[in-house]
């Protein structure tokens, strides 16, 4: 694989005796949407901010594009576009000024591509309205645009699902993901679980302070037992003829009822051929055998939580 | 690139109006006070009965006179009333008018007054804001990822802030010229000005190195001198600025500070030690006309150093704190 454009070695923040960051470490490589979980408060913003060398680290090196953040942080920050934890603006600017501003810190490349962003983020009607009258979807999307005037290689969003609705959600992952096609890679922060599971390809799980986990989504889900659930007309016998399959196979295991009245077990392909036809033969009625694909909002919550770990 | 950076800070504040507010205030205030300075002409010319200046000027110095005799004035009183005295027999024998009305008399009289406590809130108002909004605002994570050094950015917003002033002092001599002008004329910039007295602590006057300046040259020394006591001022707010977070309360310290400080001047003279504070020591132009200043034992270069020292070391802690400064939420 080529080089990663943005790689954490054992990051470490401390403030007066707290630690609010520690061994952080993980590559984002080009083309990846790389999604950054964990629970408010775990460290997901303190880690963006010292990425993006709003703070410094207590220990630990950050490298973007080559550049180290410590040694040469304008050159490794000219690879980077960010927004971190809100859009910030200045609301009595226009969306036009706003841009022009920062175009103006970055030279006359940035200020060329002023429409060409606009354009991207489908904001070229309101450009020249002022801020203020932005709904907080629209300063979404004036954010990113103002993140890709310097034309970066790391894309760095905080939260960029917070205030948009489920459309704009939608229209974010297809533009993230259109960026991330060509090249462009895409770092996610959030806490919102289900968005990024169909947004991101790669994750780190963060939980105070330190990443418990850290891989591709499919490498990270198969390692995990899948559940069967079934739908039959008589639960309580059925139950027992799944204990039965089961136990007769050495698993101690619990068989659940649903709130909607279907069984829940956990068991392997073999095991739920065995049990259609037991139950078949003990008169039962099979309407559904269904496998539930663990979600990452499941994983998360059982690494969270801290007992499945 | 630099004056890029320059320009983007002058727009910002020029769009949040906070500049015009001051401008707005600033055209009523010398409306309000160019007529009420007229106004007293009048009173006076009613009570003196005739509109000659010798009699008010002769007036004048028999009430000084009197105060002089007044066993409860203290010795710096006495001081600055054998100053006055001095001048004003001065200007009698030398048959030079000080009442000569005219917009530059204004000007002049409006700096040396200003000085002391308007001018300066007005730049508190303006340098106050210069980074404490990007702060509040959260606006500062936008400037400071851009791969733009914070020095640099620093820099640039310092710089702003000295034109911001610079164009202050215009504005305030535009409209001081231009609105008391409708009262007392546009004539006047050829006007003698007295220069060179010298009053010493026990209250007596040399006048064996007065001379007479044009009001027009006069005028620019108080300007200049002006605008250089508002850039220690503004270094100042600039480093409180840095220092916290919201610009409401950066611009609260440096107003308890100023407006302490002018009543220190006051008292100042019980208080020798309070001649090292940069507040005392704003009224650099009452050295050009003999104003005793408020601490025995100041002089024009004493205030210009502890101006300048006071100055330097704000903009050194600013430019030290904000390069390290951790930026949390």
């Known amino acids: ?309 | 690139m630099f004056w890029q950076l320059v320009s983007n800070e002058i727009v910002k504040m020029l769009r949040k109006r906070r500049f015009q507010v001051v401008m707005a205030i600033l055209l009523v205030l010398m409306a309000v006070f160019s007529y009420a300075e007229h106004e007293a002409i009048l009173v006076m010319v009613r009570q003196l009965g005739t509109t000659d200046w010798h009699v008010r000027l002769q007036q004048e110095i028999t009430h000084d006179l009197n105060r002089l005799h007044n066993p409860f004035a203290s010795a710096a009183e006495k001081a600055g009333i054998q100053a006055t005295l001095a001048e004003a027999q001065y200007e009698l024998s030398h048959n030079i008018n000080p009442y000569a009305p005219g917009a530059p008399s204004f000007m002049h009289t409006f700096m040396d007054e200003g000085i002391t406590l308007l001018i300066p809130l007005f730049v508190i108002v303006i340098a106050s804001d210069m980074v404490s909004s990007e702060m509040s605002g959260g606006t500062i994570k936008m400037l400071l990822t851009r791969g733009v050094s914070r020095t640099r950015i620093l820099a640039s917003k310092l710089v702003a802030l000295f034109l911001l002033v610079a164009m202050l002092f215009a504005a305030i001599a535009i409209t001081s010229y231009v609105v008391s002008g409708a009262f007392f004329g546009y004539g006047g910039f050829g006007l003698p000005v007295i220069m060179g007295f010298q009053t010493s602590a026990n209250g007596t006057v040399d006048i064996s190195h007065v001379y007479t300046l044009p009001q027009w040259e006069y005028l620019l020394m108080t300007f200049g001198l002006g605008f250089f006591a508002c850039l220690a001022v503004a270094s100042l707010a600039f480093m409180v600025s840095t220092l916290v977070r919201s610009t409401a309360s950066s611009m609260g310290i440096m107003m308890a500070g100023l407006i302490a400080g002018t009543l220190l001047t006051a008292l100042a003279s019980n208080w020798t030690l309070a001649k090292y504070l940069p507040v005392v020591n704003l009224q650099l132009m009452n050295y050009l006309n003999g104003t005793p200043p408020p601490v025995a034992g100041m002089t024009f270069a004493f205030s210009l150093g502890v101006l300048v020292i006071w100055s330097a070391a704000a903009l050194v802690i600013s430019f030290q704190v904000f390069a390290r400064k951790d930026i949390m939420g």
């Open chain 1, 1 to 309: 694989m080529a080089q990663p454009v943005l790689s954490v070695r054992s990051l470490e923040k401390r403030v007066r005796n707290r630690t609010l960051v520690k061994d952080v470490s993980f590559d984002v490589y080009p083309g990846q949407v790389f999604g950054f979980l964990g629970p408010n408060g775990a460290g997901k913003t303190t880690t963006i901010r010292m990425i993006v060398g709003l703070i410094r680290p207590t220990a630990g090196e950050i490298t973007i594009g080559g550049y180290k953040v410590r040694t040469d942080p304008l050159r490794a920050m000219q690879e980077v576009g960010c927004i971190v934890e809100n859009p910030d603006m200045y609301p009595y600017l226009s969306g036009r000024e706003n841009l022009l501003q920062l175009a103006r810190m970055q030279g006359v490349e940035a200020v060329h591509r002023i429409d060409e962003v606009a354009k991207l983020v489908h904001l070229e009607d309101r450009l020249d309205d002022k801020v203020r009258t932005y709904s907080l979807g629209m300063r979404q999307r004036l954010g990113i645009a103002q993140a890709l005037l310097n034309n970066p290689k790391l894309l760095i969003l905080d939260e960029p699902t917070n205030g948009l609705d489920p459309a704009g959600i939608r229209e974010l992952r297809t533009f993230l993901q259109a960026l991330a096609k060509d090249g462009l890679a895409v770092f996610i922060s959030s806490h919102l679980l289900s968005e990024i599971e169909l947004l991101c390809d790669h994750v780190a799980i963060i939980r105070d302070g330190s990443v418990i986990k850290t891989g591709a989504i499919d490498t990270l889900l198969a390692g995990t037992a899948d559940d069967v659930s079934w739908r039959v007309d008589k639960p309580d016998a059925a139950r027992r003829v799944l204990e039965d399959v089961l136990r007769s196979h050495g698993i101690v295991a619990e068989v659940t009822e649903s709130t909607k009245g279907s069984l829940i077990c956990r068991m392997t392909d073999d095991l739920v051929a065995e049990a259609v036809s037991n139950l078949e033969a003990h008169g039962c009625k099979v309407f559904e055998a269904a496998r539930r694909r663990i979600s990452l909002e499941d994983f998360f919550l059982q690494t969270t939580s801290g007992a499945a770990v």
